[in-house]
Nanobody
Framework: QVQLVESGGGSVQAGGSLRLSCTAS????????VGWFRQAPGKERDFVAA????????SFAHSVEGRFTISRDDAKNKVYLQMNSLNPDDTAIYYC?????????????????WGQGTQVTVFL
């Protein structure tokens, strides 16, 4: 059972940056695809970004491409989401997830383990 803990959320002015971290409890984390999703009030949980188990391949939602980057440090059991040029539309709870499957990375069903989420608020 992999436990995931997100950190790094907070409030930031539009145009600013935040870096989210996802820390896993297991060394086997390095073998998982890791994704970030977000959920705004009253909306569905949407895909943001994902990274392959060796960090060789990444994928981003169109809405964040060019502004967000994803990386992993398997020695520390961490995956990072660097978020730049934030705008109010990025306000949401951000969740990290890990999965061993190779199905569509944008599907929540791909992932076996989820964190509790961290709030990101972007104000004008």
């Amino acid at each position: 059972q992999v436990q995931l803990v997100e950190s790094g959320g907070g409030s930031v002015q539009a145009g600013g940056s935040l870096r989210l971290s996802c820390t896993a409890s297991e060394r086997t984390y390095s073998k998982y695809i890791v994704g970030w999703f977000r959920q705004a009030p009253g909306k569905e949980r949407d895909f943001v970004a994902a990274i392959s188990w060796r960090g060789e391949t990444t994928s981003f939602a169109h809405s964040v491409e060019g502004r967000f980057t994803i990386s992993r440090d398997d020695a520390k059991n961490k995956v990072y989401l660097q978020m730049n040029s934030l705008n109010p539309d990025d306000t949401a709870i951000y969740y990290c997830a890990a999965g061993a499957g190779a199905t569509n990375w944008q599907w929540t069903q791909t992932y076996d383990y989820w964190g509790q989420g961290t709030q990101v608020t972007v104000f004008l």
